[in-house]
C-alpha cells in the first residue's frame, strides 16, 4: 500500500503510517502537503496520512483548506508523540555545534534549548527529517538537525541530545485520507475507543446562525469536541466551520443532528466518521 506524506523520509509523518497501517505500507515523500493531496486524486498512491493539529503549535490550517478542495474522506487518525532530537552526523561533538536546522515548529518548541546554550544559532528548515538529510549529505561544518529518532536511524546520523523539547505534552494528530466513500479503517488496539464524526459546514452570515446549528448538536446530546473556523473564499469576512464530534454519523442521534444541520446550513460535507486517537 503506497501512502503518500509531506516531508523526507524519517519524518514524524512516517510514524503516523506505521502506527496506522504497519511497516509493511509503502511512504512516498513530497515536499508540500498539495502535492501529496495531489498524488492520491491521481491515484499515484492508494492513501496519505497528513497532520491536523499540534497540541502545541495548534491546526494545520493549510491542510484544513485542502481537506475541502478534495473529495477524500478521513478513515482513521493517531496521535504521535513529538519527541526532538538534536541529531548530528557520526563523530560531530556536540560542543562544537555552531548551526542547528529544522522546521520552524520544531525550533520554535526547543527555546529552553536553545536559550540554555546561545552560542548555538537555530535555521529554519522546511522539514525535520529533511534537515537531518541535509546535515548528513552536505556535512557543513558544526551543523546539527532536530528531528525524531526515526530520521536518525534513516539517515544513518547520531543522536547527541535526547527530547529536547520545551514541553513533553507534545503531540500532533494526524489523519489516514482515502478516495471518497472509503470505508473506516481498522486501527490496532482502537476497536474499543470511541467513533469521531468530522464534518465542515456554512451558515448565512445573519445574527444567530451558527447558535441555531450547534444547537442541532447540543439538543441531542451530541458531544462536539472542536470547532474550527476558516474563511470562505469569495465571501469576505464569512467562514466554514469544521467541526469534530463523538459518534458515528448513523448513530441515531448524530444522524439525526446532522440531518438538521443539514436543513439549517448552506453547505454541509461529513469528512468522514472513524475510531478516535
Same mark, same amino acid.
Given at each position: ?5 509531506? *516531508? ?13 497501517? *504497519? ?6 515523500? $513530497? ?52 519527541? $526532538? ?174 440531518? $438538521? ?17
Amino acid at each position: 500500500m503506497k501512502v503518500a506524506f509531506q *516531508g523526507e523520509l524519517g519524518a514524524f509523518s512516517q510514524q503516523a503510517i506505521q502506527q496506522l497501517l *504497519g511497516t509493511r505500507a509503502q511512504p512516498v515523500p $513530497h515536499q508540500r502537503f498539495d502535492q501529496a493531496f495531489a498524488a492520491l486524486k491521481a491515484g499515484k498512491v492508494d492513501s496519505a496520512v497528513i497532520p491536523l493539529e499540534n497540541t502545541l503549535a495548534g491546526s494545520v490550517h493549510e491542510n484544513y483548506d485542502l481537506l475541502l478542495k478534495y473529495p477524500f474522506t478521513i478513515t482513521a487518525e493517531t496521535s504521535v508523540r513529538v519527541i $526532538h532530537n538534536l541529531i548530528a552526523p557520526p563523530g560531530v561533538t556536540f560542543r562544537s555545534l555552531q548551526t542547528v536546522y529544522s522546521h520552524p515548529v520544531a525550533l520554535n518548541q526547543c527555546l529552553d534549548f536553545f536559550a540554555k546554550y546561545p552560542r548555538i544559532q537555530r535555521v529554519p528548515f522546511y522539514d525535520t527529517a529533511g534537515s537531518v538529510k541535509m546535515v548528513m549529505e552536505d556535512r557543513p561544518a558544526g551543523a546539527a538537525a532536530i528531528a525524531s529518532e526515526l530520521a536518525a536511524k534513516t539517515y544513518n546520523a547520531s543522536i547527541l541530545k535526547r527530547g529536547i523539547e520545551d514541553d513533553r505534552q507534545n503531540f500532533t494528530r494526524f489523519c489516514l485520507l482515502e478516495t471518497e466513500g472509503a470505508k473506516p479503517h481498522a486501527v490496532p488496539g482502537a476497536s474499543k475507543r470511541p467513533w469521531k464524526t468530522s464534518l465542515v459546514f456554512s451558515t448565512k452570515n445573519v445574527p444567530g446562525a451558527l447558535f441555531r446549528s450547534l444547537s442541532a448538536l447540543a439538543l441531542r446530546d451530541v458531544n462536539l469536541i472542536k470547532i474550527e473556523s476558516r474563511p470562505l473564499r469569495g465571501k469576505p469576512w464569512e467562514y466554514l466551520f469544521y467541526l469534530d464530534l463523538i459518534g458515528r454519523q448513523d448513530d441515531p442521534a448524530v444522524h439525526n443532528a446532522l440531518h $438538521h444541520l443539514a436543513e439549517l446550513a448552506d453547505f454541509l460535507r461529513i469528512l468522514g466518521s472513524y475510531r478516535s486517537a
